[in-house]
């Protein structure tokens, strides 16, 4: 079977297409990565057209029967409603509940909460399979979409473990007794500055010198945390090198002593299964978290779970584990989950999606 992927020109892959692997890839200009209300409206007004462009060039060149579509935004019912005259069928993977998404960064501001409603409806409605992340968002996708429950199948993000037996990088420590780390997204949802401004709770308050922090990840957010990072006097002990490699991230999971999950409690981040949470434990690494349902239901006793939206008693569950080793040798917990198990749930939707003409005869499709 042949794959087409479309996808922005974005963090250092800038080829309009290539083959890479065997799958055919097309990319599209995209506006820089969002901030705002106009960023977000420039950024996916971009991807919508160049996507549009691109779908209908995939096309004519590889007559696709299935298109598998993503979110945020849900917007690209647009791109594929079209080609649902021809026979293709629509598989919407949601990786994110859209409207929670908008409250969490703009609140329901009348029209715009109600139109962003709207296109998670028209987007279910224009899919025949939807993949869930997990329960929660299986939940919206049969209440508020609609969708009966054969047609809804949870396929959990997991990460590919690697081998988790190498040695750890204990120069990534710079000297100090303890690791702290943050992989993931830095965008104003994301709660990164919860992360600093435990910092320099643990820092200047606390006067806990012997911790080291490593933030690894960009995002809209990241120029801002910088100077944030430097506002606080965190520059000696807080390292945030951006995107990184697999190599340095797989050896930064193997050092550091906890890993912290700072996504804020809200309506958005309750329903999300955090890629974070699940590569911490990948790697045994007992974490420090804000208490999530969602987050919860992945990490269990793995944790600490702080219950406000404070840095401060963030702060000072990173302190309390790091001072207790039988405490973190408790938490460390290997998660069950990982790609390899959500693959035949992922084949098992498309073997409902696609139609039996797409199938050789006597095989299964996969």
């Not at 007559?63 to 979110?71: A, E, G, M, S």
């Not at 945390?225 to 951006?242: F, H, Q, S, T």
Request: proline letters at 5%; aromatic letters at 10%; charged letters at 25%.
């Amino acid at each position: 079977y042949e794959v087409v992927v479309i996808c922005p020109q974005m963090r250092g892959y800038t080829q309009a297409e290539e083959k890479a692997e065997g799958i055919q890839i097309y990319r599209h200009w995209i506006s820089g990565e969002a901030g705002g209300f106009i960023g977000f409206f420039r950024e996916y007004a971009t991807a919508l057209w160049g996507e549009t462009r691109l779908a209908w060039r995939a096309w004519r060149r590889h007559r696709f029967k299935i298109i598998h579509l993503c979110n945020p935004p849900d917007l690209l019912f647009l791109v594929a409603w079209p080609f649902k005259l021809f026979g293709v069928r629509v598989i919407y993977d949601v990786h994110d509940l859209w409207p929670e998404m908008f409250e969490a960064k703009f609140g329901k501001p009348g029209l715009f909460y109600w139109a962003v409603r709207l296109t998670e409806r028209l987007t279910y409605a224009c899919a025949d399979v939807v993949l869930a992340t997990n329960e929660s968002v299986r939940a919206v996708a049969l209440q508020r979409g609609k969708k009966p429950a054969e047609k809804v199948f949870v396929v959990r993000t997991a990460p590919n473990i690697p081998n988790t037996e190498l040695p750890p990088d204990p120069t990534l420590k710079k000297g100090k007794k303890f690791l702290v780390g943050y992989v993931g997204v830095m965008g104003n949802a994301d709660g990164v500055n919860y992360i600093l401004d435990a910092a320099a709770h643990l820092l200047h308050q606390l006067g806990r010198k012997d911790v080291q922090f490593l933030l690894m990840g960009t995002g809209p957010e990241y120029e801002r945390l910088l100077k944030r990072r430097e506002a606080l006097g965190l520059n000696g002990c807080v390292d945030m090198p951006g995107r990184v490699s697999d190599e340095f991230l797989f050896a930064a999971l193997r050092t550091m002593d906890l890993g912290v999950s700072s996504d804020p409690k809200n309506s958005y981040n309750d329903h999300c299964t955090m890629n974070k949470v699940l590569e911490y434990m990948a790697f045994a690494k007992p974490q420090v978290m804000f208490d999530l349902k969602e987050g919860r239901a992945s990490a269990a006793e793995a944790a600490i779970y702080v219950t406000d939206n404070s840095a401060e008693k963030l702060a000072e569950s990173i302190g309390r584990l790091l001072d207790d080793p039988p405490g973190r040798e408790r938490k460390r917990i290997r998660t069950q989950l990982n790609w390899e198990g959500s693959v035949g749930r992922m084949l098992g939707a498309y073997q409902v999606a696609v139609p039996s003409q797409v199938q050789r005869k006597g095989e299964d499709f996969h």
